[in-house]
């Protein structure tokens, strides 16, 4: 069995870029060095809007990986050398035990939260300096799992586990989440009342307005494809959404290994 026949792809959508076989044959008489550039030209062509961040061969022959400034499947899909089909799902090297597209997305998720100021989220762990990559919540203050499950971020707090939190409301089904978030921000100490939130106990916003991040906050799950609370980024850019204990977590971390890609210069 070859490499190729070795990945399989799962959960995937296939579609068809172009109509006819015109476009498609340009870009198959391409030199390979070409082929990024004349895709790159297809996607604009056919999706004026999309920002696209890079194009570039993988191990995969004749796919192409794509990654683009939109927040569905991360940004991150596949086309084929000839500029006609496109593939949006996570990809396995079965032979590798590797799930490729999601060492992509973590790639991209730490990019992401690199370029964010760590300085706007509620650091649960007062006992340590800020880290550069601690653990990263997204937490709703009206959300009912927030609520569950902010006794086990405690206990990883206890247990010497750095965590900030992104103040993140879903003011969709949560009218009054923007505001408690803003009084949560704007209070002298945030942790005491962002305990109080997620304890159920009514917040005020203070006498004098503060500036905020929250609307920075929803840019940034935004651009990291968040829409449910919690949801939660380990230190090496792994997703993790729901409910889970913190020893849950604590396995998480232990076996958290770095990506096998590298994050590419910008």
């Not at 190729?4 to 995937?12: A, E, S, Y």
């Not at 030199?31 to 056919?46: E, M, R, S």
């Not at 570039?56 to 006609?84: C, F, K, N």
Request: aromatic share 6%.
């Amino acid at each position: 069995m070859s490499r190729w026949q070795k990945v399989m792809i799962r959960g995937v959508l296939v579609i068809s870029m172009v109509s006819g076989v015109g476009l498609a044959e340009e870009v198959m008489a391409s030199n390979d060095k070409d082929v990024p550039a004349t895709l790159k030209l297809v996607i604009q062509q056919k999706f004026p809007g999309i920002q696209i961040r890079r194009v570039e061969a993988t191990e995969i022959p004749e796919w192409y990986l794509v990654e683009t400034d939109t927040d569905s499947q991360d940004g991150i899909m596949y086309m084929h050398r000839d500029g006609r089909y496109v593939l949006a799902g996570n990809v396995f090297d079965l032979e590798m035990g590797r799930n490729l597209t999601m060492e992509l997305s973590q790639v991209r998720h730490l990019r992401v939260l690199s370029e964010f100021d760590l300085s706007k989220t509620v650091l649960l762990s007062p006992q340590v300096e800020r880290v550069a990559r601690p653990l990263i919540i997204f937490d709703d203050p009206d959300c009912p799992v927030c609520r569950q499950m902010h006794g086990e971020v405690k206990k990883l707090v206890d247990a010497g586990v750095p965590v900030s939190v992104v103040l993140f409301p879903l003011m969709g089904i949560h009218p009054d989440a923007y505001r408690k978030s803003v009084a949560i921000w704007c209070a002298e100490n945030h942790q005491a009342v962002l305990d109080q939130a997620l304890a159920s106990k009514p917040v005020e916003l203070p006498s004098v307005p503060c500036s905020h991040p929250i609307d920075d906050n929803l840019r940034l799950a935004k651009r990291l494809g968040v829409s449910k609370t919690p949801t939660v980024f380990l230190p090496n850019g792994r997703r993790v959404e729901g409910f889970h204990t913190a020893s849950e977590f604590l396995s998480m971390l232990h076996l958290d290994e770095p990506v096998a890609a590298v994050i590419p210069s910008q």
